[in-house]
Nanobody, 124 residues
Framework: QVQLVESGGGLVQAGGSLRLSCAASGRTFSSSTMGWFRQTPGKEREFVAAISRSGGYEFYADSVKGRFTISRDNAKNTVYLQMNSLKPEDTAVYYC?????????????????WGQGTQVTVSS
């Protein structure tokens, strides 16, 4: 069993920055792909970013490429999402997730464990 706890969300003005953290418990963290997704009311959960087990590969949605950076610290069982140049359309609940299988990194249904989410609100 893996438990994920996100933190770092909040209210920020457009153009500002936030750093989300996701602390994981359990032994699978360092052997798993980690992802960040976001969701707004009435919409499906949307892929934001993912990082490979070792941290050597990063993947981003086109909408956040160049503004967001995903990273991980396997010694601390923590994954981060640095969000810069935030826009009002980035407003959502952000979730981190663990994927123990290979491939399909952008597909929410392929992730095995999810955090409870943290709200990010960007004001214009």
């Amino acid at each position: 069993q893996v438990q994920l706890v996100e933190s770092g969300g909040g209210l920020v003005q457009a153009g500002g920055s936030l750093r989300l953290s996701c602390a994981a418990s359990g032994r699978t963290f360092s052997s798993s792909t980690m992802g960040w997704f976001r969701q707004t009311p009435g919409k499906e959960r949307e892929f934001v970013a993912a990082i490979s087990r070792s941290g050597g590969y990063e993947f981003y949605a086109d909408s956040v490429k160049g503004r967001f950076t995903i990273s991980r610290d396997n010694a601390k069982n923590t994954v981060y999402l640095q969000m810069n140049s935030l826009k009002p359309e980035d407003t959502a609940v952000y979730y981190c997730a663990v994927k123990t299988s290979v491939g399909f990194i952008r597909e929410p249904s392929k992730y095995d464990y999810w955090g409870q989410g943290t709200q990010v609100t960007v004001s214009s």
